[in-house]
C-alpha cells in the first residue's frame, strides 16, 4: 500500500513538473515589430543630418509597410493565436489530424506574412547598405538581429549549468 502511494505521489510530481509551451503570439512569429528611429540613430552611431534624415524617412516607410502588412492580416492572425494556444491546452486530446490542420493553418497565414516583412527588411538593409558607413552598417545588423531575438520566447535552461560528477577520474583531468 504504502509502494502504491509513493508510486502515485511520484506520477503526480511529475505530470505537475511538466513544462507547458510558452503562449503563442502571432505578431512575434511573424517578425512583425517597429523600429525606434531615435534609438537606431543612437545604435548605429549616425552622425550627418543628412543621413539622420535619410535613415529616418526608410524606417518611417518600414514601419508604415509592416504597420500596413499586420493591419490587413490582424483578424488571420488573432485566430491563428487563439487556434494554437487552445491546441496547445488541449495537446494530449487532440487528434493527430487535427494537430495537422493547425500546422498546415499556422503555415498557410504565416509564410505569406513573414515573406512580406522579409522583403520589407531587405529593402531597408539595402538602404542602409548604401547610406551608412561599413562600420555603421555592422552595428545596424546588429540591431536588427537582437531586436528579432527579443521576439524568440525564452528557453528554460537548467538552474544548475555544471555537469555531473564523472565516475572516471580521467574524464576530471584538466589539461
Given at each position: ?48 543630418d ?36 487552445r ?84 574524464n576530471?583531468?584538466?589539461?
Amino acid at each position: 500500500m504504502k509502494k502504491l502511494v509513493v508510486v502515485l505521489l511520484l506520477f503526480q510530481c511529475v505530470f505537475l513538473m511538466a513544462q507547458t509551451p510558452p503562449e503563442f503570439i502571432a505578431n512575434d512569429v511573424a517578425g512583425i515589430f517597429y523600429y525606434n528611429t531615435d534609438e537606431v540613430i543612437k545604435e548605429a552611431r549616425i552622425k550627418s543630418d543628412d543621413n539622420k534624415n535619410k535613415a529616418i524617412v526608410a524606417l518611417k516607410d518600414y514601419n508604415a509597410k509592416v504597420k500596413k502588412t499586420s493591419f490587413l492580416n490582424s483578424l488571420k492572425l488573432k485566430e491563428l493565436e487563439v487556434l494554437v494556444n487552445r491546441a496547445n491546452k488541449n495537446f494530449n486530446s487532440i487528434s493527430d489530424d487535427e494537430k495537422i490542420n493547425t500546422r498546415k493553418k499556422v503555415q498557410d497565414v504565416l509564410v505569406p506574412v513573414i515573406d512580406s516583412i522579409k522583403s520589407y527588411e531587405k529593402v531597408l538593409n539595402e538602404n542602409f547598405e548604401n547610406l551608412l558607413s561599413k562600420k555603421q552598417n555592422k552595428r545596424w545588423l546588429k540591431l536588427q538581429k537582437r531586436k528579432k531575438k527579443e521576439l524568440l520566447p525564452e528557453q528554460k535552461r537548467p538552474e544548475n549549468n555544471n555537469p555531473p560528477p564523472s565516475m572516471n577520474r580521467r574524464n576530471n583531468r584538466r589539461f
